[in-house]
């Protein structure tokens, strides 16, 4: 006899019988959870994670290569997530998408040593 892939004789070698791949080999779906299904597995994936291979393995969805992770400046690409952060002189508002400018002016004491400043878009002037 002979059984499909997937499939493995029985002990007594007269039937067939499903391969357990979840419970076979150990870490086959980094990133995300084991299914066996019938002469197959497939991996279902952890946030931030898609399947690939034909559902047999996941890998990093890059949040950031679609409209930019939805951030205003810089996306940070990271396993199984991503981030938002902002240029020199600008700060990251509370949604954690927006930046703003920060005015140098106001924050930092004698930042012109006692001369006029200026707030400009992502920096200052004296």
């Known amino acids: 006899c002979q059984c499909p892939i997937g499939h493995e004789l029985t002990l007594d070698g007269t ?26 597995y ?4 952890d946030e931030g994670y898609q399947q690939v291979d034909s559902g047999s393995s996941c890998e990093d969805v890059d949040e950031c290569a679609s409209n930019n992770g939805g951030c205003d400046d810089l996306c ?8 938002c952060g902002c240029s020199t002189g600008y700060m990251l508002l509370y949604d954690g998408r927006s930046c703003s400018d920060i005015d140098e002016c106001i924050g930092l004491d004698n930042v012109c040593n006692g001369g006029e400043c200026r707030n400009t878009p992502g920096g200052y002037s004296c």
């Open 76 to 83: 940070i690409n990271s396993p199984g997530s991503y981030s």
């Open 42 to 45: 497939q991996c279902i994936c």
């Open 15 to 40: 039937q067939c019988k499903d391969i357990d791949e979840c419970g076979f080999t150990s870490g086959v779906c980094s990133n995300g959870v084991c299914e066996n299904m019938m002469g197959t």
